[in-house]
Nanobody, 121 residues
Framework: QVRLVESGGGLVQPGGSLTLSCTAP????????IGWFRQAPGKEREGVAS??????FYADSVKGRFTISRDKSKNTVILQMNSLKPEDTGVYYC????????????????WGQGTSVTVSS
């Protein structure tokens, strides 16, 4: 089982930016597809972005604002979030799978504990 650790959440004003990181100590992240998901209070979990090899996938709600990438030197997957909106508020989770990818949560085997993002003035 891969242990995933997210970091970088916090409180930001609308229009601001945050950078989330996902790492897996002891594992080479390049061997996995990584997905970022979020869950807002009272809502279902939704896929936000995914990276498989060098292919990337985004939910329509974040296209043009969020960027997922790999920092191979740090064995980390980054989710750069710009132009944040209040509706981006939620707990953000990263997930990994050695075979499947995309924005469907059921595709992923291992999950982190999440990091909270609040977009509010």
């Amino acid at each position: 089982q891969v242990r995933l650790v997210e970091s970088g959440g916090g409180l930001v004003q609308p229009g601001g930016s945050l950078t989330l990181s996902c790492t897996a100590p002891g594992w080479n992240m390049e061997n996995f597809a990584i997905g970022w998901f979020r869950q807002a209070p009272g809502k279902e979990r939704e896929g936000v972005a995914s990276i498989a090899a060098e292919r990337t996938f985004y939910a329509d709600s974040v296209k043009g604002r969020f960027t997922i990438s790999r920092d191979k030197s740090k064995n980390t997957v980054i989710l750069q979030m710009n132009s944040l909106k209040p509706e981006d508020t939620g707990v953000y989770y990263c997930a990994s799978d050695s075979w499947r990818y995309g924005l469907v949560g059921e595709n992923y085997e291992d999950w982190g504990q999440g990091t909270s993002v609040t977009v509010s003035s």
